[in-house]
């Protein structure tokens, strides 16, 4: 079993910044790509940001220059620094992980998350 926990969500004003944490647990070897996706109420998820196990990102445009992503040095957690926040980026956030390798050698396609709700206040 893979399990992401996050945490790091909260209530901020607008031009604030929060951080986003997204730990990996359950025997994992490796994970191939990892990312934070997010759903406002009403609406479909959508990619906010990836990163890939080279170290290559991959920003939805709305959060380009605002919002940065990176890994930790075991590769099984990602951070999500958000900066200059605005209240349409409110919305509950999802860690991702995809290609995620275990130790006993299962292989998982993807995992999910159980979200972090971030409110931006205007």
């Known amino acids: 079993q893979v399990h992401l926990v996050e945490s790091g969500g909260g209530l901020v004003q607008a031009g604030g910044s929060l951080r986003l944490s997204c730990a990996a647990s359950?025997?994992?070897?490796?994970?191939?790509?990892m990312g934070w996706y997010r759903q406002p109420l009403g609406n479909q998820r959508e990619l906010v940001a990836d990163?890939?196990?080279?170290?290559?990102?991959n920003y939805a445009d709305s959060v380009k220059g605002r919002f940065t992503i990176s890994r930790d040095d075991s590769g099984i957690g990602v951070y999500l620094q958000m900066d200059t926040l605005k209240p349409e980026d409110t919305a509950v956030y999802y860690c991702?992980?995809?290609?995620?390798?275990?130790?006993?050698?299962?292989?998982?396609?993807?995992?999910w998350g159980q979200g972090t709700q971030v409110t931006v206040s205007s």
């Open positions: 359950g025997s994992i070897l490796s994970i191939k790509n």
């Open positions: 991702n992980a995809q290609g995620i390798t275990s130790y006993s050698g299962t292989y998982y396609l993807r995992s």
């Open positions: 990163i890939a196990s080279d170290g290559s990102t």
